[in-house]
């Protein structure tokens, strides 16, 4: 029976809430001290300016990490999120609120002066940054091999999708746009508004495309494939149409002639489209030797860093050259995307990109002005040019489909692929209400539209794919493409473990890895004409290949599943566990008075209490603990958590010194950490379940907990370990008489009066 008094709740619940309320008070008591701030000197100004950018990068850290957590948790990417947390605390919103009259009398976000955009050049600094670094890393995770490979297909549907995007987006600008948004009368087909909305229209999002695919387990079939393979070019093709608007609309022809002057138009489209390809083929070409270069400073912290050096000088470079900087951040990436230091740079700039990337698309959201697109003619005009993306990439790239093996079927479901847009259209926008190309109301239509495409994509997609049909017009022919190959597990436990080392294989063989879904551990692994793809189950690794290749993969699990178990039978686990059973031996005397313990102690709440257990086999104990939890709420699914216990107990015995048991399991039949404590009535009965001496257990603790989330298990396994290794608290916990007396005694490590059993 559930003790009373808070007795379901965790010891992570209640650490968060005095985290918060540590953090509220701290923030409160701060306030009149920065209320109370005097204007300041000149030469001080620099310094109240870098700490409030302080101040703001800290706010937006945390709000955008927590945006993107709670649309994770309705199954949206994450990018959605972040840019609602930056519309909340926005100059717009919450953050254009001032208090006090010093430091934050404005808000904590006010609208700079005399500025463009509404955030301060230092903060958009930072942004600009996080875009050549979210670009820089694109472009090396894009496949050139991959990208020539299904450059057929790929490129009849991705130019589709593009064109028709940026024709629907252009010209609904220009002939919707003046009607709903006056101050647009008179725009034109080149009018630096009307390039800007048929760019933002182009890019599809690879990594939002690749996750809706994987949770269809469409990631290997004719139109995932195809769809991935149209998303790259669609990206490839969305910058090189960026560099040709950004040079058309650089140029006083462009701008200031009557007529069009569709000589000077070509000369500039000519001009970016040779930058851009010319700077590409040069950093292909001088890939290798920039690799080498890089290797000669030997820390793989030095290479990722000097590697981001390089993709600034580039970035800014373009952006001299008149195209922009994301630009020559995407040639810089893509250049070093087939050199050997490539996932070295990505490993290394994780942490940075995890810091930035955020950051970006927070301030995106925080440029959001909420009265603009909530008025009524900027809401039917998002609507319009939304539905109009939207029936784009359906459009334009369904139509090349049908010409491309595809029946009807197939062909919408590649259409509804190409959907979200992503990253990449956030930050067209960006350059355009930047530049000032773009007004407040318009980039929040781009916004909108960025938003809803991501979310209209998942629940399409979906409805296609029920349909129980093939998408390709001879099924037998795209069925032949590829073998699928599954690597069946005892348990979850091993997969990742295993998927890793598979991909380190793979790399070791010279194979081109790429991380397609970072979540979902979706990898495409190619090499010459060899093309794998493969994917974390919940037990099992899925492979997907040509069936002439199949015997690669079968190699591969054999060598790295021999490696694994030759490292396991190398580990002396007996021998290991005896050394660290007497390095941690230590006295119990202080452990209720820890901090740290007590919080750990508070998970003991949960733990149900057998004061004389009399069961006759391992079996018969855990069958009869886990029923009692499950009759008491805390197991949902009581065949599953024995499962993971039995299963844990065949791979190694769980029997300690000191006469302790303790079996244990990790599943997601329980919520958290759970477990009971058992004094053996007659130790004997338990047959083979005996401690490391071959003795007889006779105090078990049996812990249950969640794979899904962080308990500390480990935590709570050594406090109870180590006080009950003192005979005389095991002795004491042995004479309690009832369940409520053993909760007592062991919370109050073993301090408490033991109540005598009559």
């Known amino acids: 029976m559930l003790p009373e008094g808070g007795a379901a709740e965790g010891g992570r619940g209640g650490l968060l809430r005095k985290s918060w309320v540590f953090l509220l008070i701290a923030l409160v008591a701060a306030l009149p001290a920065v209320a109370a701030e005097e204007a300041v000197s000149a030469g001080e100004k620099l310094t109240h300016q870098m700490m409030f950018l302080v101040f703001q990068i800290g706010m937006i850290l945390f709000v955008a990490k927590l945006g993107g957590m709670f649309a994770s ?26 208090f006090g009259n010093g430091l934050f009398k404005n808000g904590v976000f006010p609208f700079p002066a005399d500025a463009s955009i509404p955030v301060t050049p230092e903060l958009y600094g930072i942004c600009t940054i996080a875009s050549v670094i979210l670009l820089f890393l694109s472009g090396l995770e894009t496949d050139l091999k991959l990208f020539l490979r299904y450059s057929v297909a790929g490129s009849f549907i991705g130019v589709g999708g593009v064109v028709a995007s940026f024709l629907f987006g252009d010209l609904c600008a220009v002939y919707l746009m003046p009607h709903f ?59 090189i149409v960026l560099a040709v608007g950004m040079g058309i609309i650089g140029t006083e022809k462009a701008a200031s002639s009557g007529g069009v002057n569709w000589r000077a138009i070509s000369e500039i489209a000519v001009q970016a489209f040779g930058i851009w390809l010319g700077g590409t083929i040069l950093g292909i070409v001088l890939a290798r030797r920039i690799s080498w ?50 996932y070295l740079i990505q490993e290394n700039l994780q942490s940075v990109y995890t810091f930035l990337v955020p950051v970006f698309f927070c301030v995106m959201g925080m440029m959001v002005d909420c009265s603009q697109i909530l008025s009524k003619n900027v809401l039917i005009f998002g609507g319009v040019f939304t539905l109009l993306a939207i029936l784009a990439k359906i459009i334009g790239c369904s139509f090349p489909a049908l010409f491309c093996g595809f029946n009807s079927l197939g062909s919408l479901r590649i259409g509804a692929g190409m959907i979200p847009r992503g990253e990449v259209a956030l930050i ?103 093309d794998i793809s493969c994917r974390r189950g919940e037990s099992e690794i899925l492979f997907e290949c040509a069936p002439k290749h199949a015997g690669v993969v079968e190699t591969a699990v054999q060598e790295v599943i021999a490696q694994l178990n030759a490292m396991a039978r190398d580990l002396p686990h007996p021998v290991q566990l005896r050394q660290l059973n007497a390095m941690v031996q230590t006295s119990a005397e202080h452990l209720a008075e820890d901090e740290r313990t007590r919080e750990i102690t508070r998970y003991l709440r949960r733990f149900e209490m057998f004061p004389a257990l009399d069961v006759s086999s391992f079996n018969e104990l855990v069958e009869t603990i886990t029923a009692k939890m499950a009759e008491d709420g805390l197991i949902q699914d009581l065949d599953a958590a024995r499962k993971s216990i039995f299963e844990r107990e065949s791979a190694m015995g769980t029997g300690l010194k000191h006469g302790l048991g303790a079996p244990h399991g990790r599943t997601g039949a329980v919520a958290g950490l759970v477990g009971a404590v058992a ?5 004997e009965k338990l047959g083979d379940y005996k401690t490391m001496e071959g003795l007889p257990v006779s105090l078990v603790i049996l812990t249950i907990a969640s794979d899904s989330g962080a308990t500390p298990h480990l935590q709570l396994m050594a406090y109870m370990s180590r006080l009950l290794r003192s005979p005389e608290v095991s002795e004491g916990l042995r004479q309690c008489d009832s369940p409520d007396a053993m909760r007592e005694y062991i919370l109050s490590g073993g301090k408490s009066v033991p109540k005598v059993a009559k």
Not at 297 to 317: E, H, M, N, W
Not at 490 to 515: C, K, M, Q, Y
């Open 73 to 98: 948790c309705c199954k949206l990417p994450s990018v959605l999120g972040e840019l609602a947390s930056g519309v909340l605390i926005g100059p717009y919103a919450l953050g254009g609120f001032g």
């Open 181 to 239: 948004l006056p101050h647009f009368a008179g725009i034109g087909f080149l009018h630096p508004a009307s390039l800007f909305m048929g760019i933002m229209c182009t890019a599809t999002s690879v990594g939002i495309t690749a996750r809706i695919l994987s949770e269809r387990k469409a990631m290997d079939s004719a139109e995932g494939v195809t769809i991935m393979a149209g998303a790259v070019i669609d990206d490839v093709l969305g910058i």
């Open 293 to 342: 270069l890089l290797k000669l400073f030997r820390t793989p912290v030095a290479v990722a860093t000097l590697a981001f050096g390089l993709s600034l000088i580039v970035a800014g470079l373009f952006e001299a050259m008149g195209l922009s900087l994301i630009i020559g951040a995407y040639v810089m990436g893509l250049a070093l995307s087939r050199t050997d230091i490539r």
């Open 428 to 530: 067209i926008a960006g350059i355009g209400l930047s530049s000032g190309y773009l007004t407040k109301d318009v980039f929040g239509i781009g916004i909108l539209m960025t938003l809803v495409t991501t979310i209209v994509a998942p629940p399409l997609l979906v409805a296609f794919f029920n349909v129980k049909r093939p998408g390709v017009r001879n099924p037998q022919a795209g069925a032949g493409e590829g073998t699928p190959i599954a690597v069946k597990l005892p348990n979850g436990t091993p997969v990742g473990l295993i998927l890793r080392n598979l991909v380190t294989a793979f790399r070791h063989e010279g194979f081109f890895t790429s991380l397609l879904n970072p979540e979902e551990d979706i990898w495409r692994l190619t090499k010459n004409d060899i």
């Open 679 to 683: 004094v053996i009535k007659t130790p």
